[in-house]
């Protein structure tokens, strides 16, 4: 865990919404868990003059009590047990009704922010996600960070931190702990389309698409990469190792040098050792300029060791499949 990389995003994303001034003075709202754990001490080390308050409801009686005296201990916290509320909503309104004089600072994480969003469209169609700054003020600099990386910082600085059993019983703790999973096994960039989703943010592929100038490729995964080359865009298989054997459409490529990469020919692509394009190659060799794209190269680094079917290398050998 570097920890500098994690704060120095921290710092990036509450200058970038001008969450707290420099040096400024802020609440951080703390349960104990990672998370506020995390949020406490990563405001101090940026040189925010951080304090803390713990809201008490009391639910869990001994664990509760066994909370407060931890935030108390841990971070130095105010403890505040305010009377009433029941629902997740009205505690959560009891929460953000104190300490309105002071900039108020929640843990609030890039999970969190999937979570929320995720039950928002299923519950009212609405994507709207967690905002960086309430129109109350409270503000929420943790959102550039995933749950797994606030406990990676506790564990990396000797944190302690509590774990709340009252989760699992929450609408938060049933989509994190069963609808999430299920996302992932269909798609294991469930997680992140969500974020994006809540964001708003246009896909590389978005970018890609919408810039005219210069190049740019975006992997897709499953084998293929969308590429623009200007105004023209199109799909190509991505670069694989050659370890042992490739198969690359109707090639069969084998080698057992080591550092070596098949993938599909790009402009600018010179053989190893020589000034010669291999786009000219390509017309020495008579080959189609509709084959060329999907046409196999070996490479190594940068350079062209291998054209299969025209410009051969000792070590490395290859095959096509009669169409």
């Known amino acids: 865990m570097a920890v500098d990389e994690l704060r120095a995003r921290i710092e990036r ?9 420099p040096g400024g003075e802020v609440v951080a709202l703390v349960s104990g868990g990672a998370d506020s754990t995390c949020l406490w001490h990563a405001l101090g080390a940026l040189g925010y003059r951080v304090s803390a308050l713990h809201v008490n409801h009391g639910l869990r009686g001994e664990e509760s009590e066994a909370d407060a005296r931890f935030c108390r ?3 130095g916290a105010e403890v505040v047990e305010p009377r009433g509320g029941t629902t997740e909503d009205e505690l959560r309104q009891i ?3 104190l300490a309105t004089d002071r900039l108020r600072a929640t843990g609030h994480t890039a999970s969190d922010q999937v979570e929320t969003v995720l039950y928002r469209l299923v ?3 609405n994507a709207k996600g967690i905002k960086p700054k309430r129109e109350d003020g409270v503000v929420r ?3 550039p960070l995933w749950r797994e990386e606030t406990e990676a910082y506790c564990e990396a600085e000797g944190l302690d931190f509590r ?3 009252s989760n699992a019983g929450t609408r938060r703790g049933l989509i994190r702990d069963e609808l999430l999973p299920l996302l992932r096994r269909l798609h294991p960039g469930a997680d992140a389309n969500l974020l994006r989703l809540a964001e708003q943010r246009p896909s590389r592929l978005d970018l890609l698409l919408a810039s005219g100038e210069g190049s740019g490729r975006v992997d897709l995964g499953q084998g293929l990469t969308a590429v623009r080359e200007y105004d023209r865009v199109w799909l190509e298989q991505t670069p694989v190792a050659l370890e042992g054997q490739v198969r690359w459409g109707s090639w069969t490529i084998e080698s057992e040098l080591a550092g070596l990469k098949v993938r599909s020919w790009r402009p600018g692509d010179r053989l190893a050792g020589r000034r010669k394009k291999v786009q000219d190659v390509f017309v020495d060799a008579k080959i189609p300029r509709s084959e060329r794209e999907a046409w196999p190269l070996v490479v190594r680094g940068r350079e062209v060791v291998a054209v299969p079917g025209v410009i ?4 490395v050998t290859a095959c096509r499949e009669e169409m």
Do not use: M, N, T, V
Request: hydrophobic share 25%; with cysteine.
């Open 312 to 315: 051969e290398h000792p070590k």
């Open 163 to 165: 774990d709340d059993s």
């Open 13 to 21: 994303h509450i200058c970038e919404h001008e969450l707290i001034s």
């Open 73 to 75: 201990e841990a971070f």
């Open 95 to 97: 929460r953000y009704s």
């Open 123 to 125: 519950s009212s169609g």
């Open 141 to 143: 600099p943790l959102l």
